[in-house]
C-alpha cells in the first residue's frame, strides 16, 4: 500500500499494471528502471534541474564509502526511539538514493520508503539501490503523495516548502530536518576561497513544534586522494575554484573535515 497523489488533482494513485492512473484519468508511466516521473512540465524550471551528473557520481562514490553514515544513523536511531513500524518515510530530495536505500537498511523491510527528487538523472541512479523503495522524479513544493499520510520526512541537506511538509504528515508524524552550520567541512572552504566568508550562524527555522533540536560535529578523515576529490565536487565549492588552485586538489593526498550540521525535528 502506498500513498502517491496525482501531482496535477492530488486525488490518489492507482497502480495499475506499469501505470499510474488516479480517478480523473491523469497517467504516469513507470519508467523501466522502475521509477515514476511526477514532475509537472510547469514545474520543470531549469532545463536541469537537481545536481549535475558529475556531482552526483562523485556524490554516490563518497557516500557509498560509509562517510557519512553516522549522520543517517542520527536519523534513523530518532525514528526507531520514536516510532512504531509500519511507517510511510519520505526522503525528500533524496539524490541520488543512498540515505533512503541505508535508512530502509537500518530500520527494515516492514516499512513503505519513498525517495522524490527533481532531478531524473539523480532518481535514475537511486533505482539501482533497491527496486522496493518508491522512486520519483517530483517537485518538493508539490509532493505527489495524499495529505496527511507520511509518518517520517527527512530531509538531509534539502529545500524544503513549509505548507507542503505540514500537508503531507500524519497528526503524529514529523519531520527530521538536517541543516549544515558554519563550520560545516569549513576545511574545504580554505582549501577553495582565498577569504572564508563567515556566514551568519542562524540556521534555518522551520516554523513548526520543536521535538528535539542539536548540533552534530564530528571530524572525518578521509584517507584517499579519489575519495578526498569526490567530497569536494559534491559540493558547490568545487565549481567555484579559480584555475590556479587547481594543482592542490590533483595533488591532494587525503583531507580532514569537519561535519557541523544542525538536527532538528519537528512537527507542524
Ligand atoms: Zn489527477
Not at 541543516?179 to 572552504?189: D, Q, S, Y
Not at 584517507?223 to 588552485?245: F, G, Q, R, V, W
Request: hydrophobic content about 35%; proline content about 4%; some cysteine.
Amino acid at each position: 500500500m502506498n500513498y502517491l497523489a496525482c501531482p496535477k488533482c492530488h486525488e490518489p494513485l492507482q497502480r495499475i499494471d506499469k501505470t499510474y492512473q488516479c480517478v480523473n484519468h491523469h497517467n504516469y508511466d513507470i519508467s523501466k528502471r522502475g521509477y515514476v516521473n511526477l514532475l509537472l512540465n510547469p514545474d520543470k524550471a531549469h532545463n536541469n534541474p537537481g545536481d549535475s551528473k558529475e556531482s552526483l557520481i562523485a556524490r554516490k562514490a563518497f557516500l557509498d564509502q560509509g562517510y557519512y553514515d553516522p549522520i543517517l544513523f542520527e536519523c534513523t536511531n530518532y525514528i526507531k526511539a520514536h516510532s512504531s513500524q509500519p511507517l510511510q518515510i519520505l526522503d525528500l530530495g533524496c539524490g541520488e538514493g543512498y540515505y533512503t536505500y541505508r535508512a530502509k537498511q537500518e530500520l527494515g523491510n516492514e516499512n513503505t520508503y519513498y525517495g522524490l527528487d527533481i532531478s531524473k538523472e539523480a532518481i535514475n541512479m537511486a533505482t539501482r539501490y533497491d527496486k522496493d523503495i518508491i522512486w520519483m522524479v517530483g517537485n518538493s513544493k508539490n509532493i505527489p503523495v495524499c495529505d496527511h499520510s507520511m509518518d517520517v520526512i527527512m530531509a538531509l541537506f534539502t529545500v524544503v516548502n513549509k505548507e507542503e511538509l505540514a500537508r503531507c504528515l500524519k497528526e503524529d508524524g514529523y519531520i527530521i530536518h538536517v541543516t549544515a552550520n558554519r563550520n560545516h567541512l569549513i576545511e574545504i572552504k580554505h582549501l577553495i576561497y582565498d577569504e572564508v566568508k563567515v556566514k551568519s550562524d542562524e540556521h534555518i527555522r522551520l516554523p513548526f513544534n520543536v521535538l528535539e533540536s542539536y548540533d552534530f560535529t564530528k571530524k572525518i578523515s578521509i584517507p584517499s586522494h579519489e575519495d578526498a576529490l569526490n567530497l569536494l565536487k559534491m559540493t558547490p565549492h568545487y565549481y567555484h575554484i579559480k584555475k590556479e588552485k587547481r594543482g592542490i586538489l590533483d595533488t591532494l593526498p587525503s583531507l580532514d573535515v569537519t561535519i557541523d550540521l544542525r538536527i532538528t525535528v519537528y512537527r507542524p
